[in-house]
């Protein structure tokens, strides 16, 4: 079954998960509520709802963020090594992706709110089109961002990876796919971009 015929069902998501969360100066982004529900079970939710297998990477002490996906169906992974940095967490996302042969890893960073379960939809279709491509989305005015799609051919790749910069050596070649706004680059690190997101008129 090709790309496009099986669609999210046979794609995988991760939600990177294992960092620290060292610029909330005591809070955890994660934890933050947005609709009544904390930001990681929100995105989590939304992950799910496109009917893709989920995963999320968590420091296995984590017991807090790990408790907010309390009876959602997703793949806990544990990364002991998650003070290595944001390759970590893609290096076991991979494996675990690889495991359930999955034709790509979608990677949804659950710290930027505004992404929805229609944008993860879209930019893997727009992925399905090129499938021998990694993919990622961009701000309505094309500057790079997230979700990104790395198809299974890039898989053992991934297995390199070292620090905390993630796939971006992995994306130079990427195929581009715009979604609204800035919601692609929108993310939530410090107290201060917490207030003023949240101070927006309606904040998605």
Do not use: Y
């Not at 790395?150 to 910069?165: E, K, M, S, W």
């Not at 706004?181 to 101070?199: C, F, H, Q, Y």
């Amino acid at each position: 079954m090709g790309a496009s015929a099986a669609g999210l069902r046979n794609a995988a998501v991760l939600l990177p998960a294992a960092g620290a969360s060292t610029r909330m100066r005591g809070r955890d982004k994660l934890l933050e509520p947005v609709a009544g529900r904390p930001l990681l079970r929100r995105q989590a939710e939304r992950a799910l709802a496109t009917g893709a297998a989920v995963a999320v990477t968590l420091r296995p002490e984590d017991h807090a963020r790990r408790a907010a996906l309390d009876g959602l169906s997703v793949a806990v992974l544990a990364v002991p090594d998650a003070a290595l940095g944001m390759s970590a967490s893609l290096r076991r996302g991979a494996r675990w992706a690889s495991d359930r042969g999955a034709v790509a890893l979608v990677v949804v960073l659950p710290d930027m709110p505004e992404i929805t379960s229609a944008d993860i939809r879209t930019v893997f279709q727009a992925w399905a089109r090129v499938s021998e491509l990694s993919l990622r989305a961009t701000t309505a005015s094309g500057i790079p961002g997230h979700p990104v799609v790395i198809p299974n051919a890039v898989f053992p790749a991934l297995a390199n990876l070292a620090g905390d910069r993630g796939a971006s050596s992995l994306l130079r070649n990427a195929r581009h796919c715009p979604l609204a706004g800035v919601r692609a680059i929108t993310d939530l690190d410090t107290p201060e971009d917490w207030d003023a997101w949240r101070a927006r008129p309606d904040p998605p």
